[in-house]
């Protein structure tokens, strides 16, 4: 198949069509590929929504992932995506990694935000023997900032740059965030750094064997890292025993995954679709824990959609 036929073959079954014989409309959520991790927050996602309200059926989406919503959702192609917080206002301004595209201002140019949904901590684990205890001391030592042209790895970067060290300092690996642990515990790497739900499942996984220390990030290394994102970021704390060998209050950051529309989708839908998932039963996943609806209200790029800001304003959270 062509690629002009295949993307007119993803179009199609992307629409959104009013099912035959009933009022209630299709809404799709674009995610990943089925089974990963936000095809499952999309799910959930969709879950709460329909649970929330009758008159539209949502529905989690494969797709190429972060990178192909965001197209697929400026298209018109499907309702909503989820990406990050952060390369969403990138795609929107064309800038980041979205210099590189031709257009890439007026092409993403449609994208609005809906609301965040989910948050990924930011997680710097050593091992707890290691005696390892601030970032500093990883220099010279084995880093893993995961593989490249991923979020994770761009984060890694940047915050090494933020704390005022280079990537030459340290023996960097590039091992994805499913293999990482597992480096960590046959001493293959010395850290791994990855955004996760705090407590992250893997982690508990892996201190439950071999105990671990999650490492600080500095407040002015964050305030840094969050300028270079256009304050996209979240301070985070991870409380004193989420892990085993993990005995004090860590602090660090997190990155918002937030779902968002086309500036032309209906501002009734988004509305009632925002409505029905902040006040009806939200999904139970850790990853949901940290967002609340005042996350909504921050001051980023792209612009906020009419529907939910219309839901914003009821709630009496913007003027």
Known sequence: MGHKQLALGLALSFMAVPIAGHAQERW????SS??????????S??????KGQSGIAVSAQSSGGYNDNLSLVAQGNVNSGLTLLSELGDAWRGTGKFEA????????????RMFPVTTATFQCVVRADSGITKFSELKGKRLNI???????????????AALGMKPEDFKILEIATSGSYDALSNNVADATCNGQPMPSGSIQQLAASTPVRVLDIPD????KLNESYHGTMLKATIPAGTYSGQDNEVHTFAYPEVLFVN??????QVYELTKAYWEGERPTNPAFAQVTIKNATVDVDPPIHPGALRYLKESGLMK
């Open 28 to 31: 799709s959520i674009a995610t």
């Open 34 to 43: 089925t089974g990963s991790g936000p095809y499952i927050i999309g799910s």
């Open 45 to 50: 996602i969709a879950e709460a929504m329909n």
């Open 101 to 112: 595209i031709p257009d890439a201002k007026e092409r993403f140019e449609p994208l609005r």
């Open 146 to 160: 995961n593989v490249p042209a991923t979020a994770t790895q761009a984060i890694n970067r940047a915050m090494i």
């Open 220 to 223: 002015d290394a964050f305030d």
């Open 263 to 268: 500036k032309d989708a209906d501002e009734v």
